[in-house]
């Protein structure tokens, strides 16, 4: 993408595969939904493709499901989450330190997700990482917010950010396509629940490893531009 500079001080985060490990929740609830239709998941690891996505894509695309039965999965899905799919996360090893370094360096950090914010703001408030957080964005229970661009949008409005003022970051397809569609450039990283493969294919900006290397890509170079360098 072009005007890629690093000048960009606002970094909005995802938060499947991003902050926290969420599979459990996301697996035991869409097991939970699709049980209540009659389906039985005979392998959890099926269902990694759920994490990223809207859950409407998800059950669609993967179950073949109608609007009627869609509708149903993910108000039961809904139902399980809000008890106990929001207690079944962990940060990834060495996130919060990453977080707080970047804080200390003059970010801004935002949470930009197709998780429903009201969960979002409850998971980060459970992990104790809620106060690292500018603000946090989410899809809503009535599904006006449908895609990633959206959210984006949505986080951009709310606070009076302009794009070219934006970093993306997140581990899926979904977040690169989206932060393109808004003329944001995408950070992909590798320890969540996609692969090099899948970023490289959506021309994903810049591509890190691990929690580490995401720190060192933004506090190094943010240390660079203040000195001119």
Known sequence: ???????????????????????????????????YLGITVENKNDLLPFIGPPLTFSFKEYYHLNQEQINIAVAKYRERYAVDGILENELYPDIESALQQMVNKGYKLYIATSKPQVF?????????VYHYFTYVGGSDMAGRLQSKADVINEV???????????????????????????????????????????????????IVETVNDLKNFFCKELVSLKNGI
């Open 156 to 206: 951009l409005s709310q606070n009076g950010i302009s794009a070219n003022q934006v970093w993306m970051i997140g581990d899926r397809k979904y977040d690169v396509e989206g932060a393109h569609a808004v003329q944001v450039p995408c950070v992909g990283v590798l320890y969540g629940f996609g692969n090099r493969k899948e970023l490289q294919e959506c021309a994903c900006d810049v």
């Open 1 to 35: 993408m072009e005007n890629c500079n690093l000048a960009r001080t606002h970094l909005f985060f995802d938060l499947d595969g991003t902050i926290i490990n969420s599979f459990q929740g996301i697996s035991n609830c869409v097991c939970y939904a699709l049980q």
């Open 120 to 128: 979002a703001g409850q998971i980060l408030k459970y992990l104790h």
